[in-house]
């Protein structure tokens, strides 16, 4: 069957499924099981209402039990254990971890992860907050604004195309067509840099990319932060005499501190899961491993699920403090 | 707010030039690429993307007609032609005949041939080949030139990468599939979410309050620790790599962020709407679909346009997910990897692959930029 047809039936069956399931459940439960007529009515009212929200709830908890609850524990399973060949598997306690400890490729992904992790929320949210408060002031403040949001529409492997141009390297006879290394020369540079295969700062030119991309997102949140602002603070600042850098640092930044740090965690994860970027430009190679690119390698390329899994729970583990801090916010924010 | 308090800050114009350069920063890689989609793989492999615009200086080699078009003119052998085809408004300034001296001669200048004879080119690109003997050989001069050539741009990237059925590198059957990929991918999740933010929202249980902080967990799981056991699942129940399971796992990856958006727009609606619909007689299935839903439009718009750039980005679903050993049903992201891996020096064909899988999130985004920018301020966990 063609794949389109075939996409096409599944959005009739999966939209007329699920209203189908909504609009027929709904009906046994009133029609049929609790029917509100009868010397029980008033019973079958109240036993009704008390089950139909789980009526509206059940596929979306099955989905969510399922390709995301279900996987952690699973995950967690599999890493304390090993396959055997021919099917079938063994309880290995640590092991695995104990193996991927051994492992300095798994230091090295550690190691840049948490280069990533301090690098790419600071930068991004540096430069969104400066985006956002020089284009609040200004009349095409907009366009500006949509421009250097505009990467957020990209995706990563594309972005990886656009800055490899960047960094691309001729021998030295020819002309560069790398804007970098056409930069680097013309200042004076001695000869052109293969600027992804230099250990270390090569992780720089792919966090690049994605501060590039996080920007926006930061520009965005925080551009809403300031604009929230109450005018009053600020006036009465301007009127005791600060001149605008003061008003930015000790009168607006205070007052966003919270949208800061939400804007900080969210790349935060972002950069976590950081993969596509990776995969595409070096794989990796020049020492730039990441976690979720380690990860990737052990599982499909060396079959290892173990210590695939493992490193799947070390991002898990990386990623705890944030969830536990988020769903803390959200229930204050619910009472 | 500059003019708050009638004073008027003078540095205004030192706002509009940080602005003006951080936009021109950040616009400058995706134009990089634009612009080289657009040039020929001369053009793009000799100069910069940045000296488009301008005539650049190039080295050509080129070949006179073979000896089988040599006329005889009174005792002399004569190939006589053009080096550039019509239309094609290059300048030579040198020229030369071997590849150890390309530049030996001033354009208008004779050069004796190697295999004897002599060769004249003008600064248009006629050249007149005059021997005594006849030419011998079957293949023409080679003509080594420097040339000034005109900014050219051309669509024969785009025609290549998208229409030419001998391109093994054909995008066309990886955009299909893309958007195979991702309009079911799209619509399942957003009505699934939106019956369950609605019992979030407006139904009154026990443990709901529980369910919501579960959400706002799920929201943060790495999807990493779902590849494993997810394909062990597809495996088992039968539906292996293929669509059904790339719609099915983008669903539920979905789900999370979409419950949550839905859920905080529709506690946001008036209570006095939905009570009143409850006094006079509406079931909770007819107020969510005849007022709930289409009140909900700009969170479901929000939500739309997140699930499509995602599924339409994603590489890593679609490597686990979907894309089996003979590689039928590949995407375009995992094209364009693929590229970068063997072709990485191949730029026209990188850039126009790039730019055709770019150009529909980038037509999504500037449509409905708005929806975008409400999702992001509603979906930020606060």
């Known amino acids: 069957m063609h794949p389109a047809l075939q996409g096409l039936i599944t959005i009739i069956i999966g939209v007329g499924g699920c209203v189908g399931y909504f609009y027929f459940s709904n009906q046994l439960l009133d029609k049929v099981l609790f029917p509100a007529r009868g010397k029980n009515a008033g019973r079958n009212i109240n036993r009704a209402e008390m089950i139909r929200p789980w009526l509206f709830l059940a596929p979306a908890l099955l989905a969510l039990g399922l390709y995301l609850a279900y996987p952690v524990v699973e995950t967690l399973r599999l890493s304390l254990t090993e396959r055997l060949p021919g099917g079938g598997s063994r309880f290995v306690g640590l092991d695995n971890y104990r193996q991927m400890a051994n492992e300095p490729k798994f230091w090295e992904a550690l190691k840049n992860n948490m280069l990533w992790l301090l690098v790419v929320p600071a930068l991004s949210t540096a430069f969104g907050l400066l985006a956002a408060q020089l284009t609040d002031r200004i009349r095409w403040g907009n366009i500006a604004k949509s421009l250097i949001f505009m990467p957020m529409a990209i995706s990563f492997v594309g972005a990886a195309v656009i800055w490899k141009l960047v960094y691309d390297t001729r021998p030295i006879d020819q002309e560069q067509i790398g804007v970098l290394n056409a930069l680097y020369l013309w200042f004076g540079g001695e000869s052109p840099q293969t600027w992804l295969t230099i250990p270390f700062w090569n992780n720089f030119f792919l966090m690049a990319v994605l501060v590039w991309i996080q920007t926006g997102f930061a520009m965005v949140i925080l551009s809403a932060a300031l604009r929230g602002i109450p005018e009053e603070t600020i006036e009465a600042a301007i009127l005791d005499g600060a001149n605008p850098f003061q008003v930015f640092f000790r009168i607006k930044m205070p007052q966003i501190s919270g949208t800061i740090v939400v804007v900080w965690t969210t790349i935060t994860i972002v950069v976590l899961k950081v993969f596509d970027i990776v995969f595409a430009m070096t794989n990796g190679q020049w020492e730039t491993q990441v976690l979720a690119n380690y990860m990737f390698d052990k599982l499909f390329r060396a079959n290892d699920w173990g210590v695939g899994s493992a490193s799947a729970m070390v991002i898990m583990l990386l990623v705890t403090p944030i969830l536990v801090w988020n769903v803390y916010n959200a229930r204050k924010e619910m009472r | 707010m500059d003019n708050i308090a009638g004073k008027k800050s003078g540095l205004t114009w030192a706002v509009h030039l940080s602005v003006l350069a951080l936009v021109l920063l950040w616009l400058f890689p995706t134009a990089g690429l634009l612009v080289s989609s657009f040039r020929t793989t001369d053009q793009i492999a000799t100069s910069g993307w940045w000296k488009a615009a301008f005539p650049s200086e190039q080295n050509l080699i ?100 998208l229409f030419d059925p001998q391109n093994s590198e054909g995008m066309a059957s990886a955009f299909f599939n893309t958007l195979t990929v991702t309009i079911p991918a799209t619509i399942i999740p957003i009505l699934v979410a939106a019956f369950a933010a609605y019992a979030l929202a407006w139904m009154d249980f026990p443990g709901r309050a529980l369910l919501i902080a579960a959400i706002v967990g799920l929201l943060v799981v790495p999807l990493q620790l779902a590849l494993i056991p997810l394909l062990k699942f597809h495996n088992e129940i039968g539906i292996g790599k293929g669509y059904l399971g790339v719609w099915m796992a983008h669903t539920g990856f979905g789900l999370p962020l979409a419950i949550y958006l839905l859920r905080n727009y529709m506690v946001g609606l008036p209570r006095d709407i939905i009570e009143n619909a409850r006094v006079d007689g509406a079931s909770d299935f007819q107020i969510f679909v005849k007022i709930i839903l289409p009140l909900s439009f700009p969170a479901l718009a929000s939500f739309a346009i997140f699930q499509f750039l995602w599924t339409w980005n994603d590489l890593l679903v679609a490597l686990v997910f979907l894309i089996d050993s003979t590689g039928d049903t590949t995407v375009m992201t995992k094209q364009i990897v693929e590229l970068l891996g063997t072709r990485g020096g191949n730029w026209e064909i990188l850039a126009t692959s790039a730019f055709v899988s770019i150009a529909v999130p980038l037509g999504v985004f ?17």
């Open chain 2, 62 to 161: 080129l070949r006179a007609a073979s000896p089988d078009s040599q006329v005889q003119e009174g005792n002399l052998y004569v190939i006589e032609g053009d080096l550039f085809a019509p239309g094609q408004d290059a300048v030579i300034s040198a020229f030369g005949v071997s590849s150890r001296a390309i530049d030996a001669f001033q354009a208008g200048d004779t050069a004796p041939l190697k295999k004897g004879g002599e060769v004249q080119v003008t600064a248009q690109g006629h050249y007149r080949m005059t021997n005594s003997e006849p030419f011998s050989g079957s293949r023409g001069q080679r003509i080594f030139v420097t040339a000034t050539t005109p900014p050219e741009f051309t669509l024969d990237n785009y025609r290549n990468v």
């Open chain 2, 366 to 382: 500037f449509a409905m930029q708005k929806y975008l920018v409400r999702g992001l301020l509603a979906g930020s966990v606060k």
